[in-house]
């Protein structure tokens, strides 16, 4: 969300870019000899960027993101693209650059409605834009609720006001501040405080990177990036980001361990159908290879983002969702030294890539930024958020043990030995997912104690967590007091993962309250899960339909005995 400043300064913006027709470039718009390779040295130059310092790359990454929505666009280096729109900021203010994907916000705030990428030149001089953005600003001013719209238009002049910062050159912040170790670092063209002849240096070899670069160069930007990170090295620096540490940033951005363990997560779930099919030995071997190395990399961009953020890596959304991925990878590992069933394989590892996977392609925040302080001050965080995400795993995994045993059930009642194993490990594991989710509760009011001063304050994540555990405890007793078998027992617990749903995503992004705000993030989420959750639900109905007709058509009715050892 924009803060007060940025939208201030889109109002206030009077100034109108100059309307130069667009120079003749290369393919997809960038000077075609600059390569990967002629960018390296530039990436690795370490800038502060949202209170952190981090490479270039990083810095590029994140801007390209904010503005275009994604970090690849037009599927190019985010480095070459950010110094494009900041050495040609003419030609950038008139790219259709920033996304406008809702066509009811296109209409309500009467946007051209075949296209939903726009150029800053337009946008910032566009009357319906102005007017929602001044209305939004006035309600955040008088106190009053935002609607859905607001939001979006709050959003449109986050990216516009981010764009005219790059344009501006007012992001990249290489230089060092000389006195405080905490202090703002500041821009090549409006640094103060050094040396005189040595930011001399430093502008003069940032001309010759932008000379370079807008010839088409790539051999001299890369000499000309040289000798300016040989000067800013040169600068007196309160802080400076060690060189280990700017390199195991710049392998975490190349690498993209989280991208490629859902792919491999993926890959492995292929090879488990494979192997249930076919029944060979190698084919076991190599989901456990897929596995292991699924869950090595989880492991690595885990404890790579623990070491760059100085902090535990559970802060936010997209946090949360790896550790869910990294405890079903475990989970996976674990069920295929301990179990050895190949459809407790499948089900783990499929539940794995999809959980990776929507960390990957939701619109959640991925990159390290600084967090609430109220999520610093104590250890327990570090202790609630993977066992809480590790208790939604188990229990993810669990509901797919529960539809397995619903379609096994309608479309295989006579395969009674494999409902009856599938079964037995879902109950299991339903087991393990209470007792871990009840830990997490534990810890979660420990934490609560720590940092707000309270074990339990009714917070609507407090309490949906509690109502999702008191919905599993309650299948649970069913079960063991016999009121419900296999069948009753998979139907409940399909449906009782809506309870997590609604603990995890619903509390942030439907009820949008309570004190775990920090975890809020896009509405899109929603509509990816109201999706997989269709299907679910879809899925769910359609073999309680079939179960129930076979029932009825073999002359069994609902109010029969079974007998001892039926599946229902």
Not at 345 to 353: D, I, K, Q, R, Y
Not at 487 to 510: D, E, K, P
């Amino acid at each position: 969300m924009p803060s007060h400043g940025c939208l201030s300064a889109f109002l206030m913006l009077s100034a109108v870019l100059q309307t130069s027709q667009p120079t003749t470039r290369g393919v997809g718009g960038l000077p075609p000899a600059i390569s990967r390779e002629s960018l390296q040295t530039l990436r690795a130059i370490p800038v502060q960027h949202e209170g952190r310092w981090c490479p270039l790359d990083t810095l590029a990454r994140d801007l390209v993101q904010q503005v275009t929505g994604t970090d690849r666009w037009e599927d190019l280096d985010p480095v070459l693209v950010l110094l494009d729109w900041t050495f040609r900021p003419e030609e950038a203010a008139h790219q259709p650059l920033i996304r406008v994907r809702n066509a009811e916000v296109r209409r309500l705030i009467n946007l051209p409605a075949d296209q939903d990428r726009f150029s800053l030149a337009f946008l910032q001089e566009h009357e319906g834009l102005n007017r929602c953005l001044a209305e939004a600003m006035r309600k955040r001013r008088s106190g009053a609720a935002l609607d859905a719209l607001d939001g979006k238009v709050e959003d449109i002049a986050s990216a516009l006001a981010t764009l005219r910062g790059i344009l501006s050159d007012d992001e990249i912040r290489p230089v060092p501040d000389p006195t405080s170790p905490k202090g703002r670092w500041m821009t090549i063209a409006r640094a103060t405080g050094q040396d005189k002849e040595q930011l001399d240096k430093v502008r003069e070899f940032w001309k010759g990177v932008r000379s370079a670069f807008l010839s088409g160069r790539g051999v001299d930007v890369e000499s000309a990036a040289t000798r300016l990170a040989d000067a800013l090295s040169g600068l007196k620096a309160a802080h400076r980001p060690s060189a280990r540490r700017i390199a195991l940033e710049l392998r975490y951005n190349s690498l993209d361990p989280f991208r490629w363990s859902w792919i491999l997560a993926a890959v492995t779930a292929g090879v488990a159908i494979l192997a249930i099919m076919v029944g060979r030995r190698v084919l076991d071997v190599v989901v456990w290879v897929g596995a292991a190395a699924a869950f090595a990399l989880v492991t690595y961009g885990l404890v790579a983002r623990w070491q760059l953020a100085e902090r535990f890596p559970a802060a936010n959304m997209y946090e949360s969702l790896i550790f869910m991925g990294w405890g079903l990878c475990l989970a996976t590992l674990i069920c295929l030294v301990v179990v050895r069933n190949r459809l407790v394989t499948l089900v783990a590892s499929l539940m794995t890539a999809i959980s990776l996977m929507l960390a990957d392609v939701l619109p959640v925040d991925s990159f390290l930024r600084p967090v609430a302080p109220v999520l610093l001050d104590t250890a327990w965080m570090a202790i609630h958020v993977p066992v809480i995400m590790v208790s939604y795993s188990v229990l993810t995994i669990a509901m797919g043990f529960g539809l397995a045993v619903l379609v096994m059930s309608a479309l295989a009642p006579r395969r009674d030995d494999l409902i009856k194993a599938t079964d037995h490990l879902h109950y299991r594991f339903i087991q393990i997912g209470v007792i871990l989710l009840t830990i997490g509760i534990i810890t979660g009011s420990m934490w609560g104690s720590a940092s707000w001063g309270r074990y339990w304050g009714w917070d609507p994540k407090e309490v949906w967590s509690l109502v999702a555990m008191l919905g599993y405890v309650a299948i649970l007793h069913a079960r063991a007091t016999g009121w419900i078998r296999a069948f009753g027992t998979a139907l409940f617990s399909t449906l009782a993962f809506w309870l997590i749903v609604m603990t995890y995503l619903g509390v942030n992004y439907v009820l949008g309250i309570g004190l775990h705000s920090y975890g809020f993030g896009k509405g899109a989420i929603v509509r990816w899960f109201m999706i997989i959750g269709s299907i679910q639900l879809a899925v769910t109905a359609a073999t309680v339909g079939t179960y129930l007709a076979r029932r009825t058509s073999s002359g069994l009715g609902q109010g029969e005995p079974r007998k001892a050892g039926s599946s229902s």
